[in-house]
């Protein structure tokens, strides 16, 4: 199944640091998106990458996807304590979002 | 800006109770998801509805589980008779359509089954 996997499991930086997370998948995509969780609350879409891109950008936001090693990453630059939070990739098309496991990121003041 | 509502947000039952948890999806939006997180896991995708029918759905929701878009606007998600497992987040979710794969989701609401 397309499946995403976050990693690493946990990062905490510090105010201003750039934060990188990285994501692998098992099957072919036409698709894969960031997401954003809060502690307790609903998740927030961040950014999507379709299959024939490469690079993407959003303010603060860069993802990079490599369809030859089936990974993506997000970066999110200039870091702030608000950017505490949980972090999924997603793969899917019509039907459903697959997504991993997450990564807790927490920005120190 | 348009966003999904879920009601309640807290949902307490007991076991073999039924429960409807309610979803208003963004208005001109076709396509409807339900998705459970327990405590700790991870998202798991749960049914996706697409007119007026499910158009798939995972290994969880077996014959326990049900969807109705009633009226045209909410989007319900029934558990007839619930169980200890059944204890977790409900997000609801929904997709524009067409080249637009963004899924926009609810607050989620929070069942307890004791």
């Known amino acids: 199944s397309q499946q995403g996997e976050e990693d690493p499991q946990a990062l905490s930086i510090q105010e201003g640091e750039n934060a990188t997370m990285n994501c692998s998948y098992k099957?072919?995509?036409?698709?894969l998106q960031w997401y954003r969780q809060n502690s307790g609350r609903g998740l927030v879409h961040l950014i999507l990458?379709?299959?024939?891109?490469r690079e993407k950008h959003s303010g603060r936001l860069r993802v990079t996807l490599d369809t030859s090693k089936k990974s993506s990453s997000l970066l999110i630059t200039a870091s702030r304590a608000a950017d505490t939070a949980s972090y999924f990739c997603?793969?899917?098309?019509?039907?459903?979002?697959?997504f991993g496991k997450g990564i807790t990121l927490s920005v120190r003041p | 800006e348009p966003e999904v509502t879920q009601t309640p947000s807290h949902q307490v039952t007991q076991m073999g109770q039924e429960v409807i948890l309610r979803c208003v999806p963004i208005s001109n939006h076709l396509y409807f998801y339900w998705y459970r997180q327990i405590l700790g896991q991870k998202v798991e995708f749960l049914v996706s509805f697409y007119n007026n029918e499910i158009s798939e759905k995972s290994e969880i929701f077996d014959d326990q589980f049900s969807v109705e878009r009633p009226d045209g606007s909410n989007f319900t998600l029934k558990i007839r008779s619930t169980k200890l497992e059944d204890s977790a987040m409900y997000f609801c979710?929904?997709?524009?359509?067409?080249?637009?794969?963004?899924?926009?989701f609810g607050p989620g609401t929070r069942l307890t089954v004791t």
């Open positions: 979710a929904c997709r524009q359509g067409g080249a637009s794969y963004e899924q926009y």
């Open positions: 099957t072919s995509i036409n698709n």
């Open positions: 990458i379709r299959s024939n891109e």
């Open positions: 997603a793969t899917g098309a019509n039907s459903k979002l697959t």
